[in-house]
Every structure is written in structure tokens, then in C-alpha cells.
């Protein structure tokens, strides 16, 4: 009853004065509707008086219905509001489930999307690791078909000399035998003539020799210039990839300020230590946003320990630039 007179006021106000004014009219017993007459007798006047009494009951009667009919009135109002506000509140707590239901949606749609892109890094990483194997291997054919060659050329060469040789021992002794009587005379003519050769074959296997190192010194720079090279390659695409981890993982550990609209990206330099410990990180490129460049440096923080190499190529890490783009 008193939150009710709480909320009305002014209706317990006018019914306050509405009941003074019905005992107010039962204690004096005037009637305000008629002008008053000169009572006839006693008798006239007691029923003037009776008159008057009833319709001051009937007046409080009305009364009584009309303060009645507000109560109920009141109360229909305000269930009809409670029950406005058990449906409102039934409505929100719908749209709250369905709100979670999207976002659970959107987090498995992103879960499969970043599940997808990881198995497509791998298959473009494997695809490549199987084309650098084919690479190599036919090189390595290539060489072994080379060094193949030259065996064979440096076979043919020595059959043809050995071959030489025979003949030319066979002239000599053929022509020893047909001048034995020019023996000393021609005996030494011959030898001088054999030790020329004989310098000569050794000039020329040193020659030779000396030209086969040579190859073999080329063949080996060849080679190592060519390992290098694939070291190189290899180096630079694991740097990408793990730059792709790194801003993956910032990425994820990213939190949106409010207000921040899409298409928004800065680029970060970031200062680590073995292990992937974060020292520094800086906006060297701002998105143009105060909130969207702190919100990004906070993720890197977050995301720490960040994934990175050991070894020598951990130095290329030490200092590193990437964009930060939440929106790829």
C-alpha cells in the first residue's frame, strides 16, 4: 500500500480529502445540493435528515467504487507493465544467446579459416622443399654426368697414348734391328732422342695433370658456390616463415579497442632476445590511429614468447620489421 501512495500521490491526496469531506457531511448533516427550507415539524425534519443521510452514504458508496475502480486500475497497470518487463527481459536474454551464438560461429569460422591457411603454408612449403630436392638431384646428375664424360675422354686419351706408344716401341725396335750395325752412333742419337721424348710425355702428363687440378679446384668452387646458394634460399624462407608465425601469433593475441573500424594496419619493429623474449617494440609505419598502434604493440607483448630460431640465423631476429594487419 505505501509504494502505491508512493507512486500516486496525488490520487491518495484527493482521496484523503474525499473521505474528510464524506464524515464532514455525515457529522453535520447538511445537504449542499437543496437550498435549506423552514422545517414544517419535528417530523418533517427528521426526514429531511434521513433523506440527507443516504445520500451521503450513497455519495461515500461512490466514492468508495470510484477509489476502488483506480486501485484496480493501478494494479492492472502495473502487472501489465511487470509483464512488459518479464517479456523485454525474456527478449534480451534471447538476443544475448543469439549474440553468443554468432560469436561461437564466427570463432569456429576463423578457427576452420586459420586451420586452412596453416595446412596451405605447409603444402606450399612441402611443395617447395620436394622442387628444391628435384633441383638438386638433377644438378648432382649433371655433375656426376660431367665427371662421367671426362673419365671417359681421359680413358680414350690414355688407350690412344698407350697405343701410340706400342707402335712407336715397335718402330724403334724394328728400325734398332735394321741399323744394329750403326749401334753406337745411332744408339746414342736415339737415346738423346728418347730422354727428349721421354721430357716431353712428362711436360705433357704435367700438363695434364696440372689441368685436371685445375678442373677438379673449378668443379669443387662450382660446387660450394652452389651450396651456398641453396643455404641462402633456405635461410630466407625460413626467415618468412617464421615472420608469418610471428605475426600469426600477434595477431591472435590482438584485442580490438572500441570504435576501431577494419582496414586499419602499422608496421612494428620489434627487438628480441634468444627464446623470443620481447625487449622493445616501436611503430615505425602508424595506421594513422593512436588506439589501433597501441592495441598492436600490446598484442606483441601478449603474445611473447614469439616463435623464432635458434642458431646463427636467430642474428637476422634480433631486430625485425613486420606489418601488423588484423584484417588478412
Known amino acids: 500500500m505505501l509504494q502505491i501512495l508512493k507512486r500516486n500521490p496525488m490520487a491518495a491526496l484527493i482521496a484523503v480529502v474525499m473521505h474528510l469531506l464524506i464524515i464532514l457531511f455525515m457529522v453535520v448533516g447538511v445537504d449542499w445540493l437543496e ?32 477509489d476502488k475502480r483506480k486501485q484496480d486500475e493501478q494494479l492492472s497497470a502495473r502487472k501489465k507493465e511487470e509483464q512488459r518487463l518479464a517479456e523485454l527481459k525474456e527478449q534480451q536474454q534471447a538476443e544475448k544467446q543469439r549474440l553468443a551464438e554468432l560469436e561461437k560461429q564466427r570463432k569456429n569460422e576463423e578457427d576452420k579459416r586459420q586451420e586452412a591457411k596453416k595446412q596451405r603454408l605447409a603444402e606450399e612449403s612441402r611443395r617447395q622443399k620436394a622442387e628444391q630436392q628435384r633441383k638438386e638431384a638433377e644438378k648432382k646428375q649433371q655433375i656426376e654426368e660431367q665427371q662421367r664424360k671426362e ?7 690414355e688407350e690412344k697414348a698407350q697405343k701410340e706408344a706400342e707402335a712407336k716401341k715397335i718402330a724403334e725396335e724394328k728400325k734398332r734391328q735394321q741399323e744394329e750395325a750403326k749401334k753406337a752412333a745411332a744408339e746414342k742419337k736415339r737415346k738423346a732422342e728418347a730422354e727428349k721424348k721421354r721430357q716431353a710425355e712428362l711436360e ?65 619493429r620489434v627487438r ?23 592495441s598492436a604493440t600490446a598484442a606483441v607483448y601478449k603474445a611473447e614468447p614469439l ?17 601488423f594487419d588484423p584484417n588478412r
Open 151 to 157: 673419365k671417359e675422354a681421359k680413358r680414350v686419351a
Open 35 to 66: 437550498k435549506p427550507k423552514q422545517p414544517k415539524s419535528n417530523v418533517e425534519v427528521v426526514q429531511a435528515r434521513v433523506v440527507n443521510e443516504a445520500k451521503v452514504r450513497e455519495q461515500v458508496q461512490k466514492l468508495k467504487e470510484e
Open 307 to 323: 616463435p623464432v630460431p635458434t642458431g646463427t640465423l636467430f642474428d637476422q631476429f634480433r631486430d625485425i620489421n613486420f606489418e
Open 272 to 294: 628480441l632476445a634468444p627464446g623470443g623474449t620481447v625487449l622493445a617494440v616501436s611503430v615505425t609505419n602508424s595506421s594513422g590511429n593512436g588506439a589501433f598502434d597501441r
Open 204 to 268: 705433357r702428363k704435367r700438363k695434364l695433370a696440372e689441368q685436371k687440378r685445375l678442373e677438379e679446384e673449378a668443379q669443387k668452387a662450382r660446387e660450394a658456390d652452389l651450396m651456398a646458394a641453396a643455404e641462402a634460399e633456405h635461410n630466407a624462407r625460413e626467415v618468412d616463415r617464421y615472420i608469418i608465425q610471428i605475426s600469426q601469433k600477434v595477431v591472435r593475441s590482438w584485442l580490438r579497442p572500441a570504435g576501431i573500424s577494419d582496414g586499419l594496419k602499422c608496421t612494428l
